[in-house]
């Protein structure tokens, strides 16, 4: 079964210009999370996306959006990038449901702003 | 939200030796999730374990709810086991993490 995946690996961008990450879930999940790691930060929740919808955001900027379609994959844009966007983005999935199961995370999209 | 607080921010071991890393939550636990991030970023599914104690090779991990920690044990260390170890609590149908333990095995 393959995992979570995310594409691209790595993403070199400059200020103000717009970032689009991707990412599949496990086959048969439904929920998509996003997290973004900077530096000194930590683990920090931004989005999630369930059967098409989006149901919770972290405390981030409005320039950060994405969508879900209908294969459940998912897309997270970030616009007018600035510098302090350099993390790593991390995808994960969970499966059908609002039940309490774990997330499994993709590689992530290392996203450097010049 | 629901603070996670992680011990030893960092730790170093010889290979072969045995060490516990703790997590203490702020509220119960609920669906408590240990990762093992590596030098390449890639966040690792250790164990799901809402309660009780798993096994898996060399590590194991106990999370005691009513108490409101974790722990995960590593034995036999080696160096592949070096990266960052991060516990995670679902609120709200999302994950909240600690700052995680540094953990450096030497040859």
């Known amino acids: 079964e393959a995992g979570v995946t995310q594409s691209p690996t790595h993403l070199i961008k400059t200020r103000g210009q717009q970032a689009t990450l991707r990412c599949s879930p496990i086959?048969?999940?439904?929920?998509v999370y996003w997290y973004q790691q900077a530096l000194g930060l930590g683990l920090q929740f931004l989005l999630w996306?369930?059967?098409?919808?989006?149901?919770n955001r972290g405390n981030f900027p409005p320039r950060f959006s994405g969508r879900q379609f209908p294969n459940y994959s998912s897309e997270l844009n970030v616009n007018a990038l600035e510098l302090e966007d350099s993390a790593l983005y991390l995808c994960?999935?969970?499966?059908?449901?609002?039940?309490?199961?774990?997330?499994?995370f993709g590689d992530g999209t290392r996203l450097s702003i010049l | 939200g629901i603070q996670v607080e992680q011990s030893p921010p960092d730790l170093i071991l010889q290979e072969g030796a045995n060490s516990t890393l703790r997590c203490n939550f702020s509220?119960?636990?609920?669906?408590l999730q240990w990762f093992h991030q590596n030098p390449w970023g890639q966040l690792i599914n250790l164990f799901y374990?809402?309660?009780g104690t798993k096994q898996n090779g060399r590590l194991s991990a106990t999370t005691v709810a009513t108490e409101r920690y974790s722990l995960l044990y590593i034995s036999s260390s080696q160096t592949t086991d070096s990266g960052v170890y991060f516990c995670?609590?679902?609120?709200?149908?999302?994950?909240?993490f600690g700052a995680g333990t540094t953990v450096t095995v030497r040859a």
């Open positions: 086959s048969g999940h439904t929920s």
């Open positions: 995670a609590d679902t609120r709200d149908y999302k994950l909240s």
């Open positions: 509220d119960s636990v609920n669906n």
């Open positions: 374990i809402p309660s």
């Open positions: 996306y369930d059967e098409g919808e989006e149901r």
């Open positions: 994960a999935s969970r499966g059908r449901g609002y039940s309490n199961q774990p997330q499994h």
